[in-house]
């Protein structure tokens, strides 16, 4: 089995970062921040140990926040020498969020030399929720940084939703804000910075499905293929929704003249098995059609309505007259997200985000 998360904050973790600090600050009191850090730390979750760790500079580093914030600048690695990384970072993390917003540049100016040692994320959003136009203003100078990790903060520190970490209301009810931001690293050469920004407007779309819709519209045409795998993964929750406009961005219109089948292998599924099937679709249109081919389970609530998932299965071209045949078993096994309950399920395919089929299954929970 995997190591639990918190055992990412330990007490070997303490004492190298007691090292790192009091390396560039000799009137540092290693031993009481290593006293304080520990203190219970083996009884607590890895955020409570991060908040423990995050009290002890509270009580160690200077009241000043100038003067603390430049121990903890110096204390990051640098050439030839260690310094404060990886999950260290955490609790400072939490120190800048707390102490940083009433020295408002200095405190994002400590972020955005933290970040190449690890993510900022989580310290920025104090930032953005005390003033977002100050804030913002800051940030969108980030997107042309050399250091792909700066440009990455600017995009995943300002997500409305991020998981892990303190909602954003404002840019959950407004995002218009961060469009600029997420726009000028839409062709960022790096993965790992577009890959933020298409989970970012993902958040959005969560929210805003018509305005993320467009914002694909706008910036489809002539796509770069890196271009286009960032606006087709910001589209996901859209297109398993079945959002008409987000759907035609990728060529996904309503399809006509279209015969769908779906034949159920097993109509009992016993809890641990899978629900097998067979999907055979036929275009009898006189134009080849592009298909995007997903299925829904309904799965039975506690209280007896049923509740919808979307899987995705697969996308095709067909041409007129053709006919294409998918098989596909899904698993109705354990997992952490979903509790199951016995009774009449149902299986919905979906073409184009359009209902196609569906048929009835009935779940039995072994004794």
Wanted: glycine letters at 6%.
């Amino acid at each position: 089995m995997p190591e639990p998360l918190k055992n990412l904050l330990h007490e070997a973790l303490v004492g190298d970062m007691a090292d790192r600090i009091a390396a560039n600050a000799p009137t540092f009191d290693s031993s009481r921040f290593v006293a304080l850090a520990t203190d219970g730390l083996g009884a607590l979750e890895l955020m409570e140990r991060s908040a423990l760790i995050r009290d002890a500079l509270f009580a160690t580093l200077p009241d000043d926040f100038t003067q603390a914030a430049a121990i903890l600048k110096a204390s990051l690695p640098a050439p030839g020498r260690p310094g404060l990384t990886g999950w260290m970072l955490l609790p400072v993390n939490q120190f800048i969020a707390a102490r940083g917003p009433d020295h408002f540049d200095l405190g994002l100016d400590l972020l955005k030399a933290l970040t190449p040692h690890f993510t900022a994320e989580y310290g920025i959003r104090q930032f953005i929720h005390r003033d977002q136009q100050r804030a913002l203003a800051i940030i969108s100078h980030w997107v042309a940084d050399p250091d792909q990790h700066v440009r990455r903060l600017a995009s995943e520190g300002t997500r409305p939703r991020l998981p892990w970490a303190m909602r954003l209301p404002q840019l959950v009810k407004d995002p218009a804000p961060i469009l600029p931001i997420l726009t000028a690293l839409t062709d960022d050469p790096e993965d790992y910075v577009r890959r933020s920004v298409a989970n970012s407007l993902n958040d959005i779309a969560k929210d805003h499905p018509d305005l993320v819709a467009a914002f694909i519209a706008g910036h489809i045409e002539g796509a770069s293929p890196e271009r286009r795998r960032l606006l087709k993964h910001a589209s996901r929750t859209l297109l398993k929704n079945g959002h008409a406009q987000a759907l035609a961005n990728f060529g996904f219109g309503a399809a006509t003249a279209l015969t769908c089948e779906l034949r159920l292998v097993n109509g009992e599924v016993t809890f641990g098995e899978g629900l097998d099937f067979e999907i055979r679709v036929m275009n009898a249109g006189e134009t080849t059609q592009s298909l995007m081919i997903d299925y829904a389970i309904h799965h039975v609530k506690a209280d007896g309505s049923l509740s919808p998932k979307v899987f995705k299965c697969k996308t095709i071209m067909l041409a007129p007259g053709q006919s294409h045949a998918i098989e596909r078993r899904h698993a109705m096994r354990p997992i952490t997200t979903r509790r199951y309950y016995p009774g009449q399920h149902r299986i919905a395919i979906l073409v184009n985000g359009w209902e196609s089929a569906s048929q009835s299954f009935l779940l039995v929970m072994p004794d």
